[in-house]
């Protein structure tokens, strides 16, 4: 069984700052892509910033420059770095990540979190 874990939400004021980390454990054979998505009451889920295990990262254009994703491969864990938040950066944010179990190495299912809540306000 895989689950992934998400802590490090909670409540900042405009112009705060906030670190999400999302844990990965289980009957882990290997990660690819992990993501940070969010969702807004009243919206859909969105991509907030994705990373490969080589590194690579990818940003929404509301959050460039302000949030950096990043991951220890060794510990299967990813993180989220959130600055300058803003009240419209308020949001359940959720993790995914592609795993492959080691009952089956080469198959691999997308995973979620059950999310965080980021309230930002004064």
């Known amino acids: 069984q895989v689950q992934l874990v998400e802590s490090g939400g909670g409540l900042a004021q405009p112009g705060g700052s906030l670190r999400l980390s999302c844990a990965a454990s289980?009957?882990?054979?290997?990660?690819?892509?992990m993501g940070w998505y969010r969702q807004a009451p009243g919206k859909e889920r969105e991509v907030v910033a994705t990373i490969t295990t080589s590194g690579s990262t990818n940003y929404a254009d509301p959050v460039k420059g302000r949030f950096t994703i990043s991951r220890d491969n060794a510990k299967n864990t990813a993180y989220l770095q959130m600055i300058s938040l803003k009240p419209e950066d308020t949001a359940v944010y959720y993790c995914?990540?592609?795993?492959?179990?080691?009952?089956?190495?080469?198959?691999?299912?997308?995973?979620w979190g059950q999310g965080t809540q980021v309230t930002v306000s004064s």
């Open positions: 995914n990540a592609g795993i492959a179990r080691t009952s089956s190495p080469t198959l691999f299912g997308l995973y």
């Open positions: 289980g009957n882990i054979f290997s990660i690819n892509t």
